[in-house]
């Protein structure tokens, strides 16, 4: 079965310290990988895709299938970066599955 | 304004009731999703469809039961035999076949609660 693990449920950082958000997947194929977030009283929505290789509000995210990574990475956080991330693996058909999420929270 | 319309937005179930959550959208994709949000667990598929008129098993259907009858509707029933149904659900749609795939709008969810 494909899974996603992300293995932190809580990471708080300091305004300004770089994040790094974990995600492990396992996969047998060529991975899709995504990164969602949740904002407080937000809907769930798309962050970034690893196929697009974008960089949304300051965050970046490389696919290593070396190590079956796809970390959410950011150099200086932001207290509005403060919500829950989600990493999510495109299953066969259209199908994600998703980490259990991890909480951010950004400390002034 | 495109989008994805869930409701209600709470909704208190009794004991042995089935209830029905509504999910709506205009943005003329062909698949439609539901997820259950419980804390710790991410988010769990319960049902999908592909287009009008067919849908599949999720991870965890049991308790559950769907219909696509129009391409913009997806109501998802939750049956007395959902043994834990108190959670947060979100539906959520996408481009199918072969659009392409750009990941899933999201719904603002349904809370559930059991009493």
């Known amino acids: 079965a494909q899974r996603v693990t992300q293995p932190e449920k809580l990471l708080s950082v300091f305004k300004g310290a770089p994040v790094e958000l974990k995600c492990n997947y396992s996969y047998s194929g060529s991975p899709e990988l995504f990164w969602y977030v949740q904002y407080s009283r937000q809907r769930l929505q798309l962050l970034l895709r690893h196929i697009s290789r974008e960089s949304i509000k300051g965050f970046t995210a490389d696919l290593n299938k070396g190590e079956t990574s796809f970390h959410l990475k950011k150099p200086f956080a932001q207290e509005e970066d403060s919500a829950m991330y989600y990493c999510a693996l495109r299953e066969y058909g259209n199908k994600l599955v998703f980490g259990a999420g991890t909480i951010l929270r950004v400390k002034s | 304004d495109g989008g994805i319309t869930q409701s209600p937005k709470y909704l208190f179930r009794k004991e042995g009731q089935n209830v029905t959550l509504s999910c709506e959208q205009n943005?003329?994709?062909?698949?439609m999703y539901w997820y259950r949000q419980d804390p710790g667990q991410g988010l769990r598929l319960i049902y999908y469809?592909?287009?009008?008129?067919?849908?599949q098993k999720g991870d965890i259907a049991e308790g559950y039961s769907v219909s696509r009858e129009k391409k913009e509707s997806f109501p998802l029933t939750v049956t007395s035999a959902q043994k834990n149904p108190t959670a947060f659900y979100l539906c959520?749609?996408?481009?199918?076949?072969?659009?392409?795939?750009?990941?899933?709008?999201f719904g603002s969810g349904t809370r559930l609660t059991v009493v």
């Open positions: 469809s592909q287009i009008v008129n067919d849908f």
């Open positions: 943005l003329n994709h062909d698949a």
């Open positions: 959520a749609s996408s481009e199918g076949g072969g659009r392409g795939f750009y990941g899933y709008t």
